[in-house]
Nanobody
Framework: QVQLVESGGGLVQAGGSLRLSCAAS????????MGWYRQAPGKQRELVAT???????NYVDSVKGRFTISRDNAKNTVYLQMNSLKPEDTAVYYC???????????????WGQGTQVTVSS
């Protein structure tokens, strides 16, 4: 079974930076679109950024110019560099990926367990 494991969350002051990582494992044949979502208390989960296997990226407007998504296809890992953090960025951040593998010969969608990011003012 494919698993996504996130790391890199924590507490940071406004204006600071954090880098999230998400490593996929579990007999992976192919990783397709990978991305990050976030969910703040009392709010719906929202898309933060996505990146295709070829490196094309997409960002929600609120993080453009501050966050950068990247991936290492050889390591099946996706990153989210977060700069100029704001208190409104506080949320649980989830990694998401479409992958073929883990005993399945078709693409399935997977989620990580989430990592807390807290930005203090």
């Amino acid at each position: 079974q494919v698993q996504l494991v996130e790391s890199g969350g924590g507490l940071v002051q406004a204006g600071g930076s954090l880098r999230l990582s998400c490593a996929a494992s579990g007999g992976i044949i192919s990783m397709n679109v990978m991305g990050w979502y976030r969910q703040a208390p009392g709010k719906q989960r929202e898309l933060v950024a996505t990146i295709t296997k070829g490196g094309s990226t997409n960002y929600v407007d609120s993080v453009k110019g501050r966050f950068t998504i990247s991936r290492d296809n050889a390591k099946n890992t996706v990153y989210l560099q977060m700069n100029s953090l704001k208190p409104e960025d506080t949320a649980v951040y989830y990694c998401n990926a479409g992958a073929i593998g883990g005993g399945f010969w078709y693409e399935k969608n997977y989620w990580g367990q989430g990592t807390q990011v807290t930005v203090s003012s």
